[in-house]
Nanobody
Framework: QVQLVESGGGLVQAGGSLRLSCAASGIIFSANRMGWYRQAPGKQRELVAALTSGHTTNYADSVKGRFTVSRDNAKNTVYLQMNSLKPEDTAVYYC??????????WGQGTQVTVSS
């Protein structure tokens, strides 16, 4: 069973940076898909960035060039580096891992607030 714990969220001024971390209690580097979603109040949860088992990246158009998803297999951790943050990036960010079985695991979420 995989458990995910996010950290690194907080309050930042527009133009600033944050790095989110998602530590997994189980091995996730062999997972089919791992990455990050976000959900703002009153809005649908959306994919932000993800890695597949083949190391293909997928980014939302709104974050391309600003966010980078990566993983450290030795630490069993997925990261989201967020640069040039904008107020519209404000949301709860969720770590997500999908195993080869297709079963999804979610973190508890971490709040990112970008002030103008």
């Amino acid at each position: 069973q995989v458990q995910l714990v996010e950290s690194g969220g907080g309050l930042v001024q527009a133009g600033g940076s944050l790095r989110l971390s998602c530590a997994a209690s189980g091995i996730i580097f062999s997972a089919n898909r791992m990455g990050w979603y976000r959900q703002a109040p009153g809005k649908q949860r959306e994919l932000v960035a993800a890695l597949t088992s083949g190391h293909t990246t997928n980014y939302a158009d709104s974050v391309k060039g600003r966010f980078t998803v990566s993983r450290d297999n030795a630490k069993n951790t997925v990261y989201l580096q967020m640069n040039s943050l904008k107020p519209e990036d404000t949301a709860v960010y969720y770590c997500n891992v999908v195993l080869a079985s297709g079963y999804p695991y979610w973190g508890q979420g971490t709040q990112v607030t970008v002030s103008s």
